[in-house]
């Protein structure tokens, strides 16, 4: 069975209206932290299914409602979602040591606002960060990814980048 991702980031109360485009053509959608309102949520959740961790930014109420840890597989793929995550070699305090218990096939995290993905060899995993979606922080680019997982393993990841809204 294939499943397709939308993995965003990092919306920090926006979120652009360009996203529903990208987000009606997959089976799920995954929200890394600093989410800033629920209306964020409200809204990915009537378009696709959604899995969702609480960032720094995130006051109680949204805490309260998501975990900071996600733990999960979908189409045979085990992934590790958080927030703050740090980037191989350099994981934030307490990551590594989750990594090597848990031994995720993906480990996703958003916080940076840089987009990054890239194959850790040492926890023998794919690490993804989408960026940041939304307009607040010091990134010029509006990202997100959108993957499959299949057998196993994701393929045919897509960067996708809004760029500026002409509207």
Not at 79 to 94: C, D
Request: net charge positive.
């Amino acid at each position: 069975m294939m499943k397709k991702i939308l993995l965003l980031s990092d919306t920090h109360s926006f979120l652009d209206s360009r996203v529903a485009n990208y987000a009606k053509d997959v089976d799920e959608i995954w929200h890394a932290g600093d989410i800033g309102s629920f209306e964020v949520t409200d809204a990915l959740e009537q378009i696709r299914p959604l899995r969702v961790v609480y960032g720094n930014i995130d006051n109680a109420a949204i805490r309260s409602q998501f975990k900071e840890y996600l733990f999960f597989t979908v189409a045979g793929v085990s992934v590790f979602m958080t927030h703050i995550g740090g980037k191989p070699p350099r994981y934030a305090k307490g990551i590594s040591e989750k990594l090597m218990r848990l031994k995720p096939d993906i480990f996703v995290c958003g916080h940076s606002h840089i987009l990054k993905v890239t194959f850790d060899k040492k926890h023998n995993l794919l690490f993804m960060n989408p960026g940041a979606v939304g307009k607040h922080g010091f990134h010029k680019k509006q990202t997100m990814l959108r993957f499959e997982l299949a057998n196993g393993k994701a393929q045919n990841l897509v960067v996708i980048e809004l760029g500026d809204e002409s509207s």
